[in-house]
T-cell receptor, first 113, second 115 residues
Framework: SQQGEEDPQALSIQEGENATMNCSYK?????LQWYRQNSGRGLVHLIL?????REKHSGRLRVTLDTSKKSSSLLITASRAADTASYFC?????????????FGTGTRLTVIP | DGGITQSPKYLFRKEGQNVTLSCEQN?????MYWYRQDPGQGLRLIYY???????QKGDIAEGYSVSREKKESFPLTVTSAQKNPTAFYLC??????????????FGPGTRLTVL
C-alpha cells in the first residue's frame, strides 16, 4: 500500500502542551500535506510541504519533512481544547491520476481543558 | 460563498437498493474525488475525475459508479453490488494542476447506513 501511517494512533494531552504527530510513507513524493478532521465532518487542509523543503510553519503548526527517512512530523504548539480532532497526512506521489493523494490512518488528538 | 456541498448528510438504504450521493462544488475546480472512510480508518479513493466527461477508478471502485456531466457535479451511486456499503463518504475537489496546487477541499460528508 502507498498509504502513510501516522504515529501515535491516539494522543491525549493537557491544554497548553505541545502535540507531535508523525507520518511515515513508502514511496517518493512530490509533496506531503496535513489535514484535520473534526468528528463526523469533512477534512480541512492545514499545510503542504514540498519534497525539497525541510520545515514549514503556519501559525501554531510546524511541519518537518525528512525524505531520506520518508517521514514527516506535525507539531502543534500551545494546544487548545479546540485542537481536538483527527489529523491525517497525505502524500502526493505523482502516481495514479494527477493530484491523487494517499491518506494515512490518522492520529486522534484529544486536548484536555 | 465558495465551497463544496454534499447531500444528504445521513442516508439509510435497504439491502438491494441503489442510492445516489450528491456532490456539488462552486470553486471552479477541474478535479473531483470520492472517498470512503470506515471507523478508525483513513480515506480510501473510490473514483476520481480530472475533467468533465472523464473519470477513473480508484482503489475500491467495485460496487460504485459515478458520472461527471458538469464541472460542478460529481454524483456517486452506491449499487447493490457493493457488499458492505455502510460508511462515511467524502467528496473533494482540487484545481486539477499537478505540483504545489493540489490541495483538496472536502465536503461535509454523507453517512450511509444499510438497514
Amino acid at each position: 500500500s502507498q498509504q502513510g501511517e501516522e504515529d501515535p494512533q491516539a494522543l491525549s494531552i493537557q491544554e497548553g502542551e505541545n502535540a507531535t504527530m508523525n507520518c511515515s510513507y513508502k514511496t517518493s513524493i512530490n509533496n506531503l500535506q496535513w489535514y484535520r478532521q473534526n468528528s463526523g465532518r469533512g477534512l480541512v487542509h492545514l499545510i503542504l510541504i514540498r519534497s525539497n523543503e525541510r520545515e514549514k510553519h503556519s501559525g501554531r503548526l510546524r511541519v518537518t519533512l525528512d525524505t531520506s527517512k520518508k517521514s514527516s512530523s506535525l507539531l502543534i504548539t500551545a494546544s487548545r481544547a479546540a485542537d481536538t480532532a483527527s489529523y491525517f497526512c497525505a502524500t502526493d506521489t505523482g502516481l495514479g491520476g494527477a493530484n491523487n493523494l494517499f491518506f494515512g490512518t490518522g492520529t486522534r488528538l484529544t486536548v484536555i481543558p | 460563498d465558495g465551497g463544496i456541498t454534499q447531500s444528504p448528510k445521513y442516508l439509510f438504504r435497504k439491502e438491494g437498493q441503489n442510492v445516489t450521493l450528491s456532490c456539488e462544488q462552486n470553486l471552479n475546480h477541474d478535479a473531483m474525488y470520492w472517498y470512503r472512510q470506515d471507523p478508525g480508518q483513513g480515506l480510501r479513493l473510490i473514483y476520481y475525475s480530472q475533467i468533465v466527461n472523464d473519470f477513473q477508478k480508484g482503489d475500491i471502485a467495485e460496487g460504485y459508479s459515478v458520472s461527471r456531466e458538469k464541472k460542478e457535479s460529481f454524483p456517486l451511486t452506491v449499487t447493490s453490488a457493493q457488499k458492505n456499503p455502510t460508511a462515511f463518504y467524502l467528496c473533494a475537489s482540487s484545481r486539477g494542476l499537478a505540483g504545489p496546487y493540489n490541495e483538496q477541499f472536502f465536503g461535509p460528508g454523507t453517512r450511509l447506513t444499510v438497514l
